[in-house]
């Protein structure tokens, strides 16, 4: 953030690419977004909360700073650092999550002055000649329009729908989780995107025309599902099961739990004290084993440390900044449950630990 504020993001960030990677140059030209994107998202929920100690309040004027410089300079054409936003098909996905970070983060967007907005607009409206895949990037055309929908400009109502309602009708496959498109594949989709994107787009939308009533008890149910086996997944020591394609994500394999801790819609089984300890483990596996960041600061390919055989074949050191959502928690004051509570143990500490839990049961959406 700091670098793309004073137009040396470019310069800085290192040019990191899979070694599969099939289209090398335009994969390089896309990483940039990739990171800006990515991390605005994750700490979005933190630059729009008030309060704290004195050091958190000055860490985050800074980072506000930062990121109202680094937007302006991320959409005006005659910076070093602007960003592109329609050749090929990835900037799709992350102007999608520029449009997220503005969602989670009203002070962003109110603190913009006309000229950037109009730029930002136009940035995010040149998303649109990109055709999504059929899979979870229809969420990333509706993630746009719901940021256009939020904030009174003009929107297209029909990629919101195709998003909702290919998902809510066709994709899910039970037990509360999606597939993403016409397969299912053991992955962390319904988390990296899938259902904290949902939450977002038909939250936007029923508080628009109450579009999606007919969805939204369903979602809940769903959700708050997936929340409890994401959580049941953390293993003792903050590690989990490195199954599935982006697992060089890291943290944001909890993107979901996170999301619902943030949105306090957590299940009734779990604890908001719980999930602080379990996501604050994975923030520990994931962040400080050695070689997760090079000599300057910039992270590693890699899940626990610097792994570059486990990228796929769109991976950049751009793309890998997502991780950052799992820190949506910072966005709840220090007062509420999640920080005040005193610590708790998470399911697999319960067990392992020889406590007698309740057993864990598939969800049956007809109950």
Request: hydrophobic residues 40%; glycine residues 8%.
């Amino acid at each position: 953030m700091s670098n793309l504020a004073e137009d040396k993001l470019k310069e800085k960030m290192p040019g990191i690419l899979s070694k599969r990677v099939d289209n090398v140059g335009q994969r390089a030209k896309v990483a940039y977004l990739e990171a800006f994107g990515r991390t605005l998202s994750g700490i979005a929920p933190w630059l729009n909360l008030e309060g704290g100690s004195k050091e958190e309040v000055a860490l985050r004027n800074q980072y506000r700073a930062w990121s109202l410089k680094a937007i302006a300079n991320a959409v005006d054409s005659t910076s070093k650092d602007y960003m592109v936003w329609e050749q090929g098909g990835q900037p799709l996905v992350d102007a999608s999550f520029v449009a997220l970070a503005f969602i989670r983060c009203p002070w962003l967007w109110e603190h913009l002055n006309e000229t950037v907005k109009n730029q930002a607009v136009s940035a995010l409206i040149k998303s649109r000649s990109i055709v999504p895949g059929y899979n979870n990037w229809i969420l990333f055309s509706a993630m746009i329009e719901s940021f256009f929908c939020k904030y009174g400009l003009n929107y297209d109502k029909v990629r919101i729908e195709y998003g909702v309602r290919e998902f809510a009708q066709h994709w899910y496959i039970g037990d509360g989780m999606f597939s993403d498109g016409m397969n299912f594949a053991f992955n962390y989709y319904n988390s990296y995107v899938i259902q904290p994107y949902l939450a977002t787009i038909v939250d936007i939308a029923d508080s628009k025309d109450n579009s999606y009533a007919w969805f939204e008890p369903k979602l809940d149910k769903i959700n708050k599902r997936y929340a409890e086996i994401q959580e049941r997944l953390i293993n003792t020591d903050g590690s989990f099961p490195a199954v599935g394609r982006s697992i060089v994500y890291r943290g944001a394999a909890f993107h979901h739990l996170a999301d619902m801790a943030l949105r306090k819609q957590l299940p009734q089984s779990l604890k908001p004290a719980q999930v602080r300890g379990a996501l604050t483990a994975v923030i520990k596996k994931t962040m400080d084993a050695p070689g997760t960041f090079d000599k300057a600061g910039w992270l590693t390919i890699g899940l626990c440390g610097n792994q570059p055989d486990l990228a796929d074949v769109y991976n950049t050191t751009g793309s890998l900044y997502i991780c950052t959502n799992i820190f949506l928690p910072l966005g709840l004051p220090e007062s509420d449950d999640f920080w005040s509570s005193a610590s708790q143990p998470w399911t697999a500490v319960k067990v392992w630990n020889g406590e007698d839990v309740a057993g864990d049961h598939a969800l049956d959406l007809s109950k």
